[in-house]
């Protein structure tokens, strides 16, 4: 069992940017894939990233590709979505999740998920 807990969330002006922590236990941290996503205010959780266990393949959605960045630190059990030059159409509450088997931008590939983090982007 995988727990994951999301912080670094809060309200940023437009053109802004914030970084996303997700620390994970209970669970060997290295043999996962890792996912961020995201859900505003009447619409579906949408892929926002997603990064393979050695960290060596990274996707992303194309809505944000060149402004996002996930990483991981499999030392510290954690990863990362840093978000430069933030949009209104941004403001969610974006989710980390852990998936066991193969990198995925479907939700439904995940094994474990984060309680979420809101992020607010004023214009």
């Known amino acids: 069992q995988v727990q994951l807990v999301e912080s670094g969330g809060g309200l940023v002006q437009a053109g802004g940017s914030l970084r996303l922590s997700c620390a994970a236990s209970?669970?060997?941290?290295?043999?996962?894939?890792m996912g961020w996503f995201r859900q505003a205010p009447g619409k579906e959780r949408e892929f926002v990233a997603a990064?393979?266990?050695?960290?060596?393949?990274?996707y992303y959605a194309d809505s944000v590709k060149g402004r996002f960045t996930i990483s991981r630190d499999n030392a510290k059990n954690t990863v990362y979505l840093q978000m430069n030059s933030l949009k209104p159409e941004d403001t969610a509450v974006y989710y980390c999740?852990?998936?066991?088997?193969?990198?995925?931008?479907?939700?439904?590939?995940?094994?474990?998920w984060g309680q979420g983090t809101q992020v607010t982007v004023s214009s």
């Open positions: 990064i393979s266990w050695s960290g060596g393949a990274r």
């Open positions: 999740a852990a998936d066991s088997g193969p990198t995925t931008a479907q939700a439904m590939g995940y094994d474990y």
């Open positions: 209970g669970g060997t941290f290295s043999s996962y894939a």
